[in-house]
Antibody
């Protein structure tokens, strides 16, 4: 079945970078856009960015422009999201999700990757 | 960037109650809006697409309305499994944006 499997939890120091993987199974990663959404502890959902794994085009929320880089490896059917210059406010659960046309449903979602930023 | 203002941030209700949640967009997004439900420890799941269309498999007690800048999610008769947090999501223009969320709690 179609699923997205993300890499495991990370603990990072302020100023460091974190790279999260999102591996697709059951379909070819280049077929659909991938979105990244995060959720700080006890807080709401925050849309971060989108990548077209086929063409490479990207879109970002204002808060993440210049700090997020997304890449893909078609040989492993995986998309990566790297967030740099980490600060304590970046402590959150990070999700990847596939965008399905025609009505742009986010489905499925990965299981989430917890990133903790602490000195 | 488009801002989504969702209200209320939380509400207390009983089983059988009618519940209404509102999202307001800072500019016209036509009907490019979805409603998502999130339960604790789970990823969100979409209930409504195109502002008013019911996602396949979603109970008919959920409904959506609105277009332009004002949108509403209604649960006609709240069931025990509906206690969760609800979010609107606009996908008319990048960057996409979620509303702040509405937590529906037991009264």
């Amino acid at each position: 079945q179609v699923q997205l499997v993300q890499s495991g939890a990370e603990v990072k120091k302020p100023g460091a970078s974190v790279k999260i993987s999102c591996k697709a199974s059951g379909y070819t990663i280049t077929t659909y856009y991938i979105h990244w959404v995060r959720q700080a502890p006890g807080q709401g959902l925050e849309w971060m960015a989108m990548v077209n794994p086929s063409g490479g085009d990207t879109e970002y929320a204002q808060n993440f422009r210049g700090r997020v880089a997304m890449t893909r490896d078609t040989s492993t059917n995986t998309v990566y999201m790297e967030l740099s210059s980490l600060r304590s406010e970046d402590t959150a659960l990070y999700y990847c999700a596939r965008e399905l046309p025609p009505y742009r449903r986010l489905d499925p979602w990965g299981q989430g990757t917890l990133v903790t930023v602490s000195s | 960037d488009i801002q989504m203002t969702q209200s209320p941030s939380s509400l207390s209700a009983s089983v059988g109650d009618r519940v209404t949640i509102t999202c307001r967009a800072s500019q016209d997004i036509r009907n490019d809006l979805g409603w998502y439900q999130q339960k604790p420890g789970k990823a969100p799941s979409r209930l409504i697409y195109a502002a008013s269309s019911l996602q396949s498999g979603v109970p008919s007690r959920f409904s959506g309305s609105g277009s332009g800048t004002e949108f509403t999610l209604t649960i006609s008769s709240l069931q025990p499994e509906d206690f969760a947090t609800y979010y609107c999501l606009q996908h008319n223009t990048y960057p996409w944006a979620f509303g702040q969320g509405t937590k529906v709690e037991v009264k």
